[in-house]
């Protein structure tokens, strides 16, 4: 038969081409999302992954669970996928939208039943340790609604992973490594504030939750916290601890008081946030305001020493901003006030104030 006869007969043969349904597709955009290398591809192929699982939840809810059989196409897959999570979760430019659909898509595997086979590390390379430098990301450089979003997503997925026993003591770990560097109290202030404005017992509770792993520094030696490459001993973290929190406790204090309880649902949660706020204060001796100097906080920002700008140490220079008391470098873009070059803030927000 010539190729000609067998074309023809195809053609007029009954026989057609599957159609590549969505979860088919999300499984191959996921494939080579992980393995792509090129930041302006990886990005593309992250939002075609997000549209696509967008789709199928809109669609046949009797098709099989997303990314079910991808775990299967190999034995490193899901360690490949974890690795690579954690990866655009460290880079500058996962802000805003971007942010959230990758925190979406890293909830959606999670609820697929990858999260058994998801490596968290114990250690600041880990899932853990890149949600919560994300977290502070959105709040220097994105709206005032997508970080409270995205922090109260995270605080979810930290929940649920402290919820799953195999994992539980790892994310702990975790987080008590990663909490000093990243300033992890700046970032809980904003979570408590927002469940009591937003009378969100559950979200209060995962703050609580988190806080409480965060107070262990304070009376346990443990081991691997570090700024870069030194390692820091016990004094210095409990010191940085005690720093930090001074930046934030007398203003989140306020700001829970200043809240208003509409019923009595709020004022559960108003209740509780206080008590846990103020008894937190108590572990890092604030028992009030007059340990605190809040307006401090808030006055000029006083300019470097040094004389290059570019010498100066990558973060805000405004004292009441989340990433003004981390160790490690600025976890985004720091822009430099033109008039003096030697003051460098997140935004325009931390400029003026």
């Known amino acids: ?61 009797t098709s099989k669970p997303l990314f079910q059989d991808l775990v299967l196409c190999h034995q490193s897959f899901s360690h490949h996928l974890a690795r690579k999570i954690a990866f655009e979760f460290h880079r500058e430019y996962m802000v805003g939208i971007l942010a959230q659909k990758l925190l979406h898509i890293l909830r959606v595997f999670m609820i697929s039943g990858l999260a058994q086979f998801f490596p968290v590390v114990g250690d600041h390379t880990g899932i ?78 995962m703050t609580i939750r988190v806080l409480s792993i965060y107070q262990i520094l304070l009376h346990k030696r443990v081991d691997r916290i570090s700024n870069g490459d030194i390692l820091l001993s016990p004094p210095v973290v409990k010191s940085r601890i005690l720093e930090c929190t001074s ?63 570019w010498r100066i140490p990558k973060k805000c220079f405004w004292n009441a901003c989340p990433c003004a008391g981390q160790l490690v470098a600025s976890v985004h873009r720091i822009h430099v006030c033109k008039g003096c070059y030697r003051v460098l803030y997140c935004n325009a927000t931390c400029q003026a104030l």
């Open 128 to 205: 853990v340790a890149s949600l919560l430098e994300c977290c502070q990301r959105q709040l220097c450089s994105a709206s005032l609604s997508t970080a409270e979003s995205f922090i109260h997503s995270t605080l979810g997925l930290l929940s649920a992973l402290l919820n799953h026993p195999p994992m539980a003591e790892s994310t702990k770990q975790e987080i008590m490594i990663t909490a000093v560097p990243v300033n992890i109290i700046g970032i809980l202030s904003h979570a408590i504030i927002s469940a009591v404005e937003r009378s969100n017992m559950a979200e209060l509770d």
């Open 1 to 61: 038969m010539s190729f000609s006869h067998f074309s023809v007969r195809m053609r007029s043969s009954s026989l057609t081409t599957p159609s590549l349904t969505c979860p088919d597709a999300a499984n191959i955009a996921a494939f080579l999302w992980v393995y792509c290398a090129n930041v302006v591809n990886s990005q593309t192929i992250l939002c075609m992954l997000f549209d696509l699982i967008d789709q199928t939840a809109n669609g046949d809810a």
């Open 247 to 309: 930046r934030v406790w007398h203003h989140t204090l306020n700001r829970i008081l200043a809240t208003r309880p509409k019923d009595t649902t709020q004022t559960g949660v108003r209740t509780k946030a206080l008590n846990t706020w103020r008894q937190y204060g108590d572990q890092c001796g604030l028992k009030n305001s007059k340990n605190v100097n809040g307006s401090n906080f808030y006055g000029p920002s006083q300019p470097s020493k040094l004389q290059k700008y």
